[in-house]
């Protein structure tokens, strides 16, 4: 598992509780995700702290340290995290399709063989990757994606 998808997750959590306009069942159901993640995360590796990245969702720095510990730790291989993390993506996607974009990537059918992105960077409103229909046999590689857009969300 890239351990970006984690970062993602925990961005994306976050940056979708401050979104305008959620519903109470919606803010519940990230809630409830992001809590299932963040108590696999913990049990499995508590030297890893997420707050950092909670307090600034859109800061890459912040995701960088986070990234690197992850990496450090070893996470590539755990499939109970992955789980974890690809639910919180997929509840924030179905709650608030637009949440993603303002963190980066967005994936619609994914059928993949191997698929691989990177450090994907996103602010604004902008959108950093987005694959809509892909299907993947071999080697799939998006690596590191900047982009750049006016601050105009209500985060």
Request: proline share 5%.
């Amino acid at each position: 598992m890239d351990p970006n998808v984690i970062v993602a997750a925990v961005a994306a959590a976050v940056s979708t509780g401050a979104l305008a306009g959620l519903t109470e069942s919606a803010k519940l159901a990230v809630a409830d995700a992001y809590t299932t993640f963040k108590s696999v995360l913990a049990r499995k590796y508590p030297g890893i702290d997420v707050a950092m990245v909670e307090a600034k969702p859109d800061s890459t720095a912040r995701q960088d340290v986070l990234e690197a510990e992850l990496i450090e730790a070893g996470v590539s291989e755990d499939v109970e995290l992955q789980r974890a993390a690809e639910h919180v993506l997929h509840v924030v996607h179905r709650y608030a399709p637009e949440a993603p974009e303002l963190v980066g990537v967005k994936l619609a059918r994914v059928s993949a063989g191997e698929l691989e992105i990177s450090r994907i960077r996103s602010t604004g409103g902008a959108i950093g990757v987005d694959a809509r229909d892909v299907q993947v046999v071999g080697r799939f590689t998006i690596t590191d994606v900047e982009v750049k857009g006016p601050a105009n969300h209500p985060l």
